[in-house]
């Protein structure tokens, strides 16, 4: 266009001047925009780099079968390190004993907590408190969900009600756990154990899946609760067949940002349902089936708080850092990627 | 009807004894719907003043009138859709369906919706299948036999004057249809539960003219086994349909009579002025 060699008619000639200033304002804007995302992406990239390069080294090998199997299935322990023979050696706790004794000789090791085994127990745990608490929370969570938008009259009271909810995910999370050490642990008497845990967690998350399962219903166009209404449907039915079916996919959105965060938080479960160390796992040992909901289960991101913040670091509990860090986004990834997957099945079913 | 199995036998819309019973269907045409001094509320703003009315059965009656003037409001009430409204009440006089009182307490509004079935302006079919949006009023009242189910299909998207264009694609979402097939489905899923009554919310006003004038025609048809009550804005329309056509201004029934009484000599100053497009 720069090129045009026939003098410009006079109208046109805006159309080729300079920059106008609104023009410069879009290119600022824009590339503002872009540098905020790109600074956001690079942030998370190094995370996870750092992350996956490091965790990687603990958790796969070079050797057949290239996943350390040992850390993904024992239990933490103590780590030796001594030589023997001239030559320097590792080994965790259970190991160490069987050796001694069949080598009869007297070594002196030095110990480094945590830094041997595996975190396997971590692994359930995690797993539990999600799976339970998330059903806690979505249960009661779709429930005040489908109050708010369907039966509730709109006032002052259903706001001020919206607001508290809204205001209940601004707290920090330690509130709730110590809320929860509180209610459950003390109050209930139900002392640290997996069902203080759910039901603190599930608390935590009740603002994020309340509003997101509320504004998910209240996307649903009415026309299609008039329509079932004036067909001879309840009230509830119409909900059942003609607005909870078309909102959880948005339901499930919510549980995602649930899920990662009842996974990641480890101020709630400090006191209300993780151990620092458990030998049994949580189906061990059991006197009754109940016996499973009212005990203290290990849990990963309060191992990471323990190995890297509780005792003295050094390399090798560097290693169970980045490998429990390594694990635990693994394992959110894919609790992530299976409500994302049902929520594209969902809808594919329902397509608008 | 063929399929008079026991699950849909209707039952009595009030299910207390003392209730007037109907009058036997001798003469045709018989009042079926009786409005008498109606006045109804939003919040503090009164939408109706003292409307009587009387509905004909198998006819169909015109409501026209500029936006505002309460005619869908009166057709809401009709079928107690207005329930849902938490300001709306009505202030005095009753409704009467087949001679119920529609707004005594003890009428249960799941019976008498779906025996006054109704079509909305916005044409709003479920993200279901053709299939499953006929058969939605059948299910949610437990039916689920094939056989009943597939009858219901075709009898009702017949009816609707819809089954030649989509028998081969039952399956597919309701919502991939056009605007005036998927008008006319919403005719087919209300039929399905077999209403006496149909009332429709402006049904033609985002229809393109083909489309309207095929469901100008269904209801020309539809004419012969249900009383339909229609609101338009479109007086043309009223004139086509109509048997009866009621004007509305301001929340009251201005002028009510036979729909070429009404276009070709009204009564009313206000009629005239309105139908020979002078406001409105």
Redesign the interface.
Known sequence: MQTTQTPLPPEAESLFGRPTRAKRTERWVFMLIRAGTYFILACAAAIFIDIFYKGAQTVFQLEFPFINVEFLTDSPQTLHVFEYEGEKMEMKDSDFRVFKEETGASIVSQTYAYSGGGIWPCIVGTVLLVVGAMAIALTLGVLSAIFLSEYSKPGKILNAVRLSILNLAGVPSIVFGIFGMGMFVLAFGWNVSLIAGWFTLAFMVLPIVISASEESMRAIPQGLRDASLALGASKWTSIRTNVLPYAMPGILTSSIIGVARVAGETAPIMFTAAYALRDQLPWEGLEHWYDLFFQGVMALPYHIYVVSAKIPQNEYTSQMQYGTAFVFLFIVAGIALTSILLRIRMRRKYRW | MSVMTNENIPKPLVEKENVPPSEPETTPNRSLIEISNFNFFYGDKQALFNVDMSIKEREVTAFIGPSGCGKSTLLRCI?R?ND?I?IARIGSGTISVNGVDIYDERVDT??L??RV??V?Q?S?????SIYENVV??L???GITRKSVLDETVERCLKGAALWEEVKDRLDT?G?SLSGGQQQRL?IA??L??EPDILLMDEPCSALDPVATAKVEELIHELKNRYTIVIVTHNMQQAARVSDKTAFFYLGELIEMNATDQIFMSPDKEQTEAYISGRFG
């Not at chain 2, 709003?124 to 279901?128: E, L, R, S």
């Open positions: 079928n859709m849902l938490d799941i019976e919706r779906k079935g109704m909305f916005k709003n079919p479920f993200p279901k939605y009023g299910r949610i009242q979402s919502l919403c899923r209300a399905a539960v």
